[in-house]
């Protein structure tokens, strides 16, 4: 009688045992599924387009740029909010650059990070179906809470005009193409006051143009 009385209370200790290491973890695994997920620049900037927040031209700010991109590529710099954007070039007929003898473009595309970041992440990379288009990014601007992002190759007359693309970032499908027009025809415009680039903002400007004449290019999302 005595061993089954023993074998019962050593059963029962090991059962409190087990119950006692599950309900200690329990906890543990409640708090890591409340973990909030960690956002995209993609999402977190469609997030603020939505709250109403605008996009504004910026001066230079002091962060670590990629190895493969030198500072001369770049023209343009926006913050919305605290998130901070970078268009980067490459030479064209239609863009002319600084850069060293001995540096080799291997990058062109949109470039982001968030205020108090130590370093640029690449957000987009532009590249060329044709080799000869070199599109580069010109401009963003936020239109009925779309962030815009016009594209222009040097498929053009020569003297800065190009095919002109123009792309709305979604939270979804990344960047769609939502117009195609031949830029350059005119740049006379007081709203830029001369800015080669802004001007590829002034749609009123350009020459409606076919879709299907805006395929030299295919943009390459990092997100």
Do not use: H
């Amino acid at each position: 009688m005595k061993s089954k009385i023993l074998i019962a209370w050593i059963v029962a200790g090991l059962f409190f045992v087990v119950f006692a290491v599950f309900a200690q973890r329990k906890p543990s695994q409640q708090s890591e599924n409340t973990i909030e997920p960690k956002f995209s620049f993609t999402t977190q900037t469609v997030q603020l387009l939505q709250s109403g927040f605008d996009i504004k031209e910026i001066s230079k700010p002091d962060l670590i740029l990629p190895k493969d991109i030198n500072e001369g590529q770049i023209k343009k710099y926006f913050k919305i909010d605290n998130i901070l954007f970078a268009l980067v070039l490459r030479s064209s007929t239609n863009v002319v650059l600084s850069l060293p003898a001995n540096f080799t473009t291997s990058f062109s595309g949109v470039l982001v990070a968030k205020q108090g970041d130590a370093r640029w992440f690449k957000l987009l990379e532009i590249t060329d179906v044709e080799t000869m288009s070199k599109n580069n990014p010109y401009y963003l601007v936020v239109d009925n809470k779309e962030l815009l992002l016009t594209v222009v190759d040097q498929n053009g007359a020569g003297s800065g005009e190009g095919m002109m693309k123009v792309y709305a970032l979604s939270e979804t499908t990344n960047w769609g193409l939502e117009g195609c027009f031949y830029f350059g025809a005119s740049y006379n415009d007081l709203l830029t006051d001369g800015d080669y680039f802004a001007f590829s903002t002034i749609f009123s400007k350009q020459v409606p143009q076919a879709i299907r004449l805006c395929n030299s290019v295919k943009l390459i999302s990092n997100e």
